[in-house]
């Protein structure tokens, strides 16, 4: 394997290809439609173990609001995509619990190798003079993801209904506590990341 900061191409894996497989089209329908398509249970397993053995560089969403309305429309005119930003570190927690995936090793797919790899200045890590980009997490918190708790402007996740153990508690941008207490601040403390890829 090269080391990332060496490497012309580099792979990523999203959240939805790893936990959805085609064997829940008859329940879901529309609402996992993507692209690339959601695949059998063997795939999403070989797409696992690719990840484990360092294929894939990123944990990625591809997230895709789509509103509830053009995913109900026919499949051939239904949009590809998903929202998942909101449940995207939920989702990989499943993994965790089930002692598939380390914690070490999402924090590193999912916020060190996105900014190592677009060398995205002073970010992705919890280090002295970075800037304080992070998330606080209850890994035992049970919560079942309803329409009450969706923050998607859609309004709505392929993860309605589902039980998930651990939960984003809070969300600091830039220093400022930006989501708490399953509410949005109103801080708005983005900035325009500085990188050099």
């Not at 930003?85 to 924090?107: A, N």
């Not at 996740?157 to 984003?168: A, H, I, M, N, Y």
Request: aromatic share 10%; charged share 25%.
């Amino acid at each position: 394997h090269i080391p990332l900061l060496d490497k012309k191409i580099t792979a990523e894996v999203c959240v939805h290809h790893l936990s959805f497989d085609s064997s829940q089209y008859p329940e879901l329908g529309n609402k996992i439609k993507c692209n690339p398509a959601i695949k059998s249970p063997k795939d999403r397993k070989a797409l696992l173990k690719a990840l484990k053995d360092g294929y894939f560089d990123v944990i990625a969403t591809d997230h895709a609001p789509h509103t509830a309305e053009e995913k109900s429309q026919a499949y051939m005119k239904a949009p590809s995509g998903l929202p998942l930003v909101q449940h995207s570190l939920t989702m990989m927690l499943d993994f965790y619990h089930r002692g598939e995936l380390s914690m070490e090793f999402i924090i590193s797919k999912m916020c060190h190798a996105p900014a190592d790899l677009f060398r995205i200045r002073d970010r992705g890590y919890i280090r002295e003079g970075y800037y304080a980009d992070l998330v606080l997490v209850d890994p035992d918190y049970l919560w079942t993801i309803d329409k009450s708790n969706i923050a998607y402007k859609c309004g709505w996740s392929p993860l309605e209904g589902r039980t998930f153990k651990g939960k984003v508690m809070s969300t600091m941008v830039n220093g400022e506590w930006v989501y708490e207490n399953d509410e949005f601040t109103g801080i708005k403390s983005g900035q325009r990341l500085l990188f050099n890829r």
